[in-house]
DNA sequence: GAATAGATTGTCT
DNA sequence: GACAATCTATTCT
């Protein structure tokens, strides 16, 4: 198994983020492996897109990362509870990032129901943002980390399993973004029954 | 299954 | 000092 090349990051933001759903998303650490396939993906499409961290251009030391080279991550708290991780997109200085916001567990499945503190065929292993960086232990440390090079911990791979039906829908909680609420820039693999909140057709 | 409220902290105004 | 790309427990039905 090994990580994508970084031109499959220098899509354009939504179609990668399309593109994305069926991949397997993996983190190596002491502990072992873990992993499962991508079903629901956002994309934020700074700095026009409102909802995005990097909306105006804004640019400080948390939203960083997405101004740089793609095939990176971009990790940061939210709610001061939870982890989000999101690969960063397009050329540099063009801050765009996909959120990945559910997985359906295939690798490690007993170390992340660990991790999680519940059963490893509970559906809430990974079905939001928060809760697939607590079952892969991604938090601050995997902030900037490159997803392509030889030897990286945290990178996403083909997976051979084929991808049901996709469908999409507007983002997740971004009431404040304005014109920008209602782009359809979510999409998932329907039905599939570890997606998190919202449409699931 | 759906709706509600409380938790908790880094970041920006 | 307010808020946030959320999660969990609890209380309904």
């Avoid at 990580?3 to 759903?21: D, G, H, K, M, N």
């Avoid at 502990?31 to 026009?48: L, N, S, T």
Wanted: hydrophobic letters at 40%; one cysteine or more; proline letters at 7%.
């Amino acid at each position: 198994m090994k990580p994508l090349p970084r031109s499959f990051y220098e899509q354009p933001v939504v179609t990668l983020a399309r593109a994305c759903i069926g991949k397997l998303l993996v983190h190596r650490t002491a502990e072992g492996i873990a992993g499962g396939r991508i079903v629901e993906a956002e994309a934020y499409r700074g700095p026009e897109d409102l909802a995005a961290h990097s909306r105006r251009g804004l640019r400080t030391a948390r939203t960083e990362v997405m101004y740089g080279p793609p095939g990176h991550a971009y990790v940061y708290l939210l709610y001061g509870t939870s982890w989000a991780f999101n690969f960063v997109c397009g050329p540099v200085d063009e801050p765009h990032a996909v959120l990945v916001r559910a997985i359906e567990p295939l690798l490690g499945i007993e170390l992340m129901a660990q991790r999680r503190g519940m059963e490893a065929t509970d559906r809430a292993l990974t079905n939001g943002p928060g809760k697939l960086c607590a079952a892969l232990a991604v938090d601050k440390g995997a902030y900037g980390a490159d997803l392509c090079g030889r030897g990286s911990a945290l990178f996403l791979a083909a997976c051979d399993a084929p991808t049901g039906p996709i469908g999409r829908s507007a983002r997740i909680h971004i009431d404040y973004a304005g014109d920008w609420v209602d782009k359809p820039w979510r999409f998932f693999e329907k039905r599939n029954r570890f997606l998190s909140t919202g449409p699931r057709e």
